[in-house]
């Protein structure tokens, strides 16, 4: 257990659904992070969040709506996906953001195998 | 661009041999370096790190070094387990880039 918890394990959703990926996390951090894994691809990160504002959003397209109420919790709201968008969702947090001057680590979630059908 | 790759997709040792799972990147601002281990249905778990002013830090039973010159990084798994079968990222990161590149990863599968 790493303190970072993800909800739902497992999701299939038509591309006309809207749904919405919960985490949280336990460890007092600062930073919350979606990341997207596919096969055969790095890792790929998609919204950044510092002290609940928003830090990064990495080319992320307009149907993946990050929210974050405080530095405990992070949504990723979905509508409109595509079959493409099928993949692991990751969250993650750090203390503070990943940096190399801190040696900041990640904690990551089991993440959310989301389907698109 | 910055990228961070891994040599080879896939490992297959014998159980009790060592592992040597090996990783390159292009960064040379790069001063930050970890190794992650996800196992199925998990997210990846940090393994260990190593900063750009060391070339080996050691772990329990695993082992990273540094090639600066090169810009190679390598993780040692010493009396490999059948617990160890997964896959390992490496990751970098540099000085004001507050974010970490992963690598693609390379599955080790571990033959009784």
């Known amino acids: 257990e790493t303190g970072v918890t993800q909800t739902p394990r497992h999701l299939v959703m038509g591309m006309t659904n809207k749904k919405s990926l919960k985490c949280e996390q336990h460890l007092g951090h600062n930073a919350m992070y979606w990341y997207k894994q596919s096969a055969k691809k790095p890792l790929e990160l998609m919204f950044v969040y510092n002290f609940k504002e928003q830090t990064e959003n990495n080319s992320v397209p307009s149907r993946f709506s990050p929210e974050c109420p405080n530095s405990s919790h992070l949504f990723l709201h979905l509508h409109t996906l595509q079959p493409e968008d099928s993949a692991l969702y990751l969250c993650a947090s750090s203390q503070d953001l990943a940096s190399a001057s801190v040696n900041e680590k990640l904690f990551f979630g089991s993440g959310t195998q989301l389907s698109v059908l | 661009g910055e990228s961070v790759g891994l040599h080879l997709p896939t490992l297959s040792v014998q159980e009790g041999d060592n592992s040597i799972i090996n990783c390159a990147y292009s960064?040379?601002?790069?001063?930050?370096f970890i190794w992650y281990k996800q196992e199925s249905g998990k997210g990846p778990q940090f393994i260990i790190d190593i900063r750009s002013n060391m070339d080996k830090r050691q772990g329990q039973r695993v082992t990273v070094l540094l090639n600066k010159t090169v810009k190679h990084l390598s993780l040692q798994i010493a009396a490999t387990q059948p617990g160890d079968s997964a896959v390992y990222f490496c990751?970098?990161?540099?000085?004001?880039?507050?974010?970490?590149?992963f690598g693609q990863g390379t599955r080790l599968t571990i033959n009784p």
């Open positions: 960064n040379s601002a790069s001063d930050y």
């Open positions: 990751a970098e990161s540099s000085q004001g880039a507050q974010k970490l590149v």
